[in-house]
Structure formats: C-alpha cells, structure tokens
C-alpha cells in the first residue's frame, strides 16, 4: 500500500469515526445519566466544531437547554469553539478514545479559536463517552439488537468505536 492509499484509508476511517462518535454521544446522553450529567455543564446554545483541517471531516456539538445536540454542518449556527486537529493522526487517537481533547490541546496538536473556557467540560464529556462505549452496559443495551439488523456493518462500527482498527 502506497502513502496516497493509506491516507485515504485514514480520511475515510476518520470520517466513519467522526459519524459513529456523534451517534454514541447521543446514545449516551439518552442512556448513561453520568455523561448526560457532564454535558448539561456546558452553558445553553454553546455550538462546538471539532474536526480535522478545513474541509475535513466534523462534527458539531450544540447545548440545548443543557441537552446535547448534534448539527449538520449545513445546519449548524456558528460555532463559539473551533477545534481542528493538526493532522488525521492526532484526530484518529482523539475519535477512538485512546487520547483525551484536553491533552491535545495541551500538547499543541489543536488549533483552536474561539470560547476555549469549556474545552475541560468538552474533555470529560467525550472521556465520559469512551468509558461508556467500553462497558459492558452499552454492548448489553445496543450490541445484540444492532447485530441482528446487519451483523457486518454493525461489526465495522464497533470495531471503529473501540479504536480496533486504530
């Protein structure tokens, strides 16, 4: 495999990871009271973008009421924290949960403007959703019901948001 293959193999990994993190943050918001207790910190319309360089892949995280919120990119209002990865690899070991977004803004992998005041909240909302995806309550609530609908998809989305294929 040459460099250009595996590159896009990385973009395309990174774009599946950044689809499955919005719907386990939902997912989790919805199941786990400890995530979604982490998540209303953040104050009301607060919009976060966080991706890889300018268009690349992203998610956009919006507080409603103290209830998470996840935008299109076409329907999201601008966003008061912008995070941007400094290469696919540091947003790869972010959206698999192996590092967390506080130590890669700490460690300069990020560039970042805008309101940087909730990028700790952020931090531990997002460690709250590794640890969860992790235990064995979220493969128990979701894992049976969604392999039975198509076991090799399903299987892709686990193995991509347990940083298998990392």
């Known amino acids: 495999m040459n460099a250009e293959n595996i590159k896009s193999t990385q973009k395309i ?26 998540f ?25 009421d103290g209830k998470f919120d996840l935008c299109s990119a076409d329907r ?22 192996k590092k967390s977004l506080a130590a890669c803004f700490s460690q300069g992998q990020t560039i970042t403007r805008g309101d940087t005041s909730q990028i700790m909240t952020l931090s531990r909302f997002f460690d709250e959703i590794a640890n969860y995806i992790m235990s064995k309550k979220f493969l128990e609530r979701n894992g049976r019901e ?12 686990f193995a991509t948001l347990l940083g298998r294929l990392g």
């Open 13 to 38: 990994l990174l774009a599946a990871n950044i689809f499955y993190m919005g719907r386990a943050c939902r997912a989790c918001c919805k199941y786990a009271p400890e995530t979604a207790a982490e």
């Open 40 to 64: 209303a910190k953040i104050r009301s319309g607060f919009v976060a973008r966080i991706g890889t360089a300018p268009g690349g892949a992203e998610i956009f995280v919006r507080s409603n």
């Open 76 to 97: 999201a209002p601008r966003p008061d924290l912008d995070v941007r990865f400094k290469s696919n690899d540091a947003a790869l070991r972010f959206f698999l949960g």
């Open 146 to 157: 969604l392999l039975e609908r198509n076991v090799s998809v399903h299987k892709l989305r």
